[in-house]
């Protein structure tokens, strides 16, 4: 599957996160979105599962900067508006914060570890 290809990139190898964490069961439940470059290859992903949570989203490094992560994000949101879905939640990699701000999350709560990384819950109403 090319989203898993992406995220073993960014999240295994680029992170360190234990591929046990990072692959789960839920990956069949879920609508994937991946961007492909001119090539083909994927380079960008990220799933929504059931419960409108957002999640696995990864751009390979050499691909950040140039908006996919927002394509796939407004993506994903648009199939859960599709599905009656008023609200889309995420764990965000502090890190990554700010570019979920500026596409209208809204910090949820208080930080947390998650996979030996410090994350914050968001939501966004569609």
């Known amino acids: 599957m090319p ?3 992406v ?3 960014v999240f295994i190898h680029e992170q360190n996160i234990p591929a046990e964490l990072e692959m789960d069961d839920m990956d069949a439940l879920c609508v994937h979105g991946v961007a492909f470059d001119q090539h083909g290859q ?3 992903t990220g799933r929504l599962l059931p419960d ?3 999640g696995r989203m990864a751009v390979l490094k050499e691909f950040r900067g140039q908006g ?3 394509k796939i994000l407004a993506a994903l949101c648009a199939v859960a508006k599709q599905r009656g879905q008023l609200i889309v939640r995420l764990n965000a990699q502090i890190s990554a914060e700010n570019f979920y701000t500026q596409l ?3 910090r949820e709560g208080e ?7 410090v994350h914050i819950s968001m939501l966004k109403h569609l």
């Not at 930080?111 to 990384?117: L, P, Q, S």
């Open 3 to 5: 989203a898993q290809l």
């Open 7 to 9: 995220r073993t990139a």
């Open 42 to 44: 994927a380079v960008a």
């Open 52 to 54: 409108a949570h957002i």
């Open 68 to 70: 996919l992560g927002a």
């Open 104 to 106: 209208g999350f809204e």
């Open 111 to 117: 930080e947390f570890i998650e996979a030996g990384i």
